[in-house]
């Protein structure tokens, strides 16, 4: 076995926490049941558009244990505010939203009254009850119609359906175009997406005894920012609500944002005095949370003889459903700003328009506009590839930023910190044996299928919150993260920060941080508290875009150091040697051959005996970090796929992923989230789409018709790493919870037009097997 191989072992330790999630002894916001609770439900609209007329509540408050019945009029009688929409760019035309609907309704799903009472199934049947009055209007349902002519007007005081739009880049020149030896021009179209979280959105308020204050358990990214935002909805100080986030069964970017449901819950716990809950079923997760990625491209690419790309330009029109989430347009301009993926392209020229539909909301979504870029550019550059009967991965080098050109400023502005994107391809394509796939597709045409092979590169930014990546944009949070940590007598350390974990592993990552510095033994020497908008240290962003073991863990790296330092001081005073060569180690203070305890120096520390004159008592150190820049963690993957042209229906036979993330805390967590990220990225690919009707009714509103990846659609995924350690980052870590998302859907489609032969024109999500059959049938195999 290889020292990496040793190394990596040993790093990956077991999740610490795992054990009681696997005993059944999870502590999720479903599992909390107060006494008095009252059980909330939302009564949704029933059609896509409308004019809101009336609505009669008197039948339903009637029910017996029903305790109220309320509409948006009566929330601004209790004290509510609309929310604001924390990601504003400038000339957005919604900057809030209202927590109820009030005069129009603009989806199916939107609330419009709210139920409590005993029992959930009480509220359900009064909701039944509840009489709405709604005259119809034309539904839009695409964003190509919505900026048509005579599309009828979202919001009438509009002139047109735009929410807001943005150009990212420089103009380019236009005799980069009209001189270039190869242009082309290609659309392309992403689907409609559902995050889907294992367990959906959730939320317990209980008012405190004797005060005014609300204690809040919300299945959130991000509790300071739940805190802070649904305080100000309800119209309170923020120190009157805390937000503690519990376990949380996933989230996958839907729960960054506070949704109207968090606020009402909130409130109305804090008005009657009583508890409230609100737990989200799977068809209000669908129909009434937020969906993303439903995207259309228009790309012009010009290149060089040898396909060298000199320009991008064209547009990005983005469908926002019937109002902005939290976020805003800020996926729109993330997929506009990361065009260019891992090349050097000098001009790059894209139009990002955010337009308003009658659908559920678009908010953030796993990789949050990488994957929207990733599989406009990889697409562009197999297809540059064909134009010029080149492989490839040949295109794919000579368009590459190189080691020596970082750190790399983009057309768009984003600054890549490292990286080595030809070592990945041509590890990926060694891994995948790339040179000898014609001998395995011609063995697949002996048995009547069709087998390609598609490669696909990427690059994205982790560590950043949108007031970096869209600057100049009206953001509510920065990117910092404070940690504290505190030793006790007995040697063991406390880790408290403000960032929560919805399965990603923190409190592993964090814990071996902190263990790696002060010699102590992670599973059973470190403790992590984490998400108490009271008791823990403010996050300013929680999270959300790979940030943690990134800001979170250097602040862990950066507290624990200062009190390593401190320790050995302590240990040289009492050993009688220079602090410099005291080793922390084994949970023990070495020097050449004497030892102390780290428990003896904690206690030493804490009671003030022992202590080196100008040291002070306490082991309690806070620390803050606030990188310069984000890190850019990349990749390429490669999928090797047979077609069965009869059906359409896509196999997936080899699946192989070079990820570079830099300096890994525990890799089999890192391969963990590889996995899971690359899961979600073939379903995408393949399988999920969220549908509506030409009247906006959502045909895909159960798991039965929104089809998600199960262990029958994944293959085997096999992992390479690189590390380039990011250069800014104290301990070299960049993001990797989103990575494995960018590249499944660009890897498929080109295995999809290698399979069947480029003029199948594989550009718009997802590869459903009618879609493919259809690709046959056009190309003349076997579906005509």
């Not at 008592?617 to 999928?639: C, K, M, R």
Request: hydrophobic share 40%.
């Amino acid at each position: 076995m290889s020292a990496d191989r040793d190394e990596a072992d040993r790093r990956s330790i077991a999740r610490l926490e795992d054990p009681r999630l696997l005993r059944g002894e999870g502590d999720f916001v479903a599992d909390r049941q107060p006494p008095g609770t009252l059980h909330a439900h939302f009564v949704r609209s029933p059609i896509a558009h409308g004019n809101l007329i009336n609505v009669d509540c008197e039948r339903a408050a009637d029910l017996p244990g029903v305790h109220a019945v309320l509409t948006v009029s009566d929330l601004v009688e209790i004290g509510a505010i609309p929310l604001k929409v924390g990601w504003n760019h400038p000339g957005q035309r919604i900057t809030e939203t209202g927590l109820l609907a009030s005069d129009r309704v603009r989806w199916v799903g939107q609330a419009i009254a709210v139920v409590l009472a005993d029992s959930l199934y009480i509220a359900e049947d009064a909701g039944e009850l509840v009489e709405l009055e709604i005259e119809p209007l034309p539904a839009i349902t695409s964003a190509s119609a919505a900026l048509g002519a005579d599309a009828t007007k979202l919001y009438p005081d509009w002139a047109d359906n735009v929410l807001a739009e943005y150009t990212a880049g420089v103009p380019a020149d236009p005799e980069l175009f009209d001189q270039a030896a190869i242009t082309l021009r290609e659309k392309f179209s992403i689907q409609r997406l559902a995050a889907s979280p294992l367990e959906g959105r959730a939320a317990l308020a209980v008012p405190e005894p004797g005060s005014d204050r609300v204690t809040a358990w919300i299945s959130t990214q991000a509790a300071h920012h739940a805190s802070e935002v649904i305080a100000e909805a309800c119209g309170w100080p923020t120190s009157r609500l805390r937000v503690i986030t519990p376990d949380v069964g996933g989230a996958f970017g839907l729960k960054e944002a506070v949704f109207a449901e968090d606020v009402i819950t909130c409130l109305l716990a804090g008005h009657l005095q009583r508890p409230v809950k609100w737990i989200e079923d799977r068809r209000e997760n669908l129909i009434g949370s937020a969906h993303c990625r439903q995207c259309e491209w228009d790309l012009e690419l010009a290149a060089d003889q040898n396909g060298r790309i000199l320009a991008l330009r064209g547009e990005l029109l983005y469908d926002m459903g019937g109002e902005p989430t939290g976020v805003g347009i800020g996926f729109a301009r993330v997929a506009a700003e990361m065009l260019g993926g891992p090349y050097r392209i000098e001009s790059i020229e894209v139009k990002a328009r955010g337009v308003v539909t009658n659908k559920t909301p678009a908010g953030a979504y796993r990789g949050y506009g990488g994957p929207e870029a990733a599989f406009a550019i990889e697409r562009l550059v197999d297809l540059l590839a064909f134009r010029l009967n080149l492989p490839p991965q040949e295109v794919r080098r000579r368009n590459f930023v190189q080691p020596d050109q970082f750190p790399y400023s983009s057309a768009s502005g984003m600054v890549y910190d490292s990286g080595n994107y030809e070592e990945a391809l041509d590890l990926a394509l060694a891994r995948s044996d790339v040179a000898g796939f014609e001998r395995r597709r011609d063995e697949a045409r002996k048995s009547g299928r069709l087998r390609g092979i598609g490669i696909a590169s990427f690059v994205k930014p982790s560590g950043l919150t949108n007031s970096r990546i869209m600057a100049g944009a009206g953001t509510d949070h920065g990117n910092s993260e404070t940690v504290t940590i505190r030793i006790s007598a007995d040697g063991a350390a406390t880790v408290l920060s403000g960032v929560s974990s919805q399965g990603q592993g923190h409190q592993t990552i964090l814990a071996q941080v902190c263990a790696d510095v002060l010699g102590l033994d992670p599973e059973r020497e470190v403790s992590v508290l984490l998400g108490d908008s009271q008791m823990t240290p403010y996050s300013s962003a929680g999270a959300i875009n790979s940030r943690v073991a990134i800001i979170a863990g250097a602040a862990v790296r950066l507290a624990a150091e200062e009190l390593r330092t401190k320790l050995q001081l302590i240990a040289g005073g009492i050993m009688d040697v220079a602090p410099s060569t005291v080793i922390l180690a084994d949970s023990q203070a070495t020097a050449g051959d004497e030892s102390v305890p780290i428990s003896q120096l904690a206690r030493a520390a804490l009671t003030g005996f022992e202590l080196p004159d100008g040291v002070e008592a306490g082991l309690e150190q806070s620390a803050t970090y606030d990188p310069p820049n984000g890190t850019f963690p990349y990749g390429t993957h490669v999928a090797e796929i047979e077609i069965a042209p009869d059906s359409g229906a896509i196999e997936i036979v080899r699946y192989v992923a070079v990820n570079d993330s830099g300096v890994l805390l525990n890799p089999a967590i890192v391969d963990g989230q590889l996995i899971g990220a690359i899961a979600q990225g073939i379903g995408g690919a393949l399988l999920e789409e969220i549908a509506y009707d030409a009247n906006g009714q959502i045909q895909t509103a159960s798991l039965m018709d929104y089809l998600l990846p199960t262990a029958c659609e994944i293959p085997r995924i096999e992992i390479e790493h690189l590390c380039t350690p990011a250069p800014h980052i104290p301990g070299g870590v960049k993001g990797v919870g989103e990575s494995g998302i960018l590249a499944p859907a660009p890897a498929i489609a080109n295995a999809i037009a290698d399979a069947i032969g480029q003029a199948a024109r594989p550009n718009d999500l997802p590869f459903s097997p009618p879609v493919v059959w259809a690709m046959v049938r056009d190309a003349g195999g076997p579906g005509q």
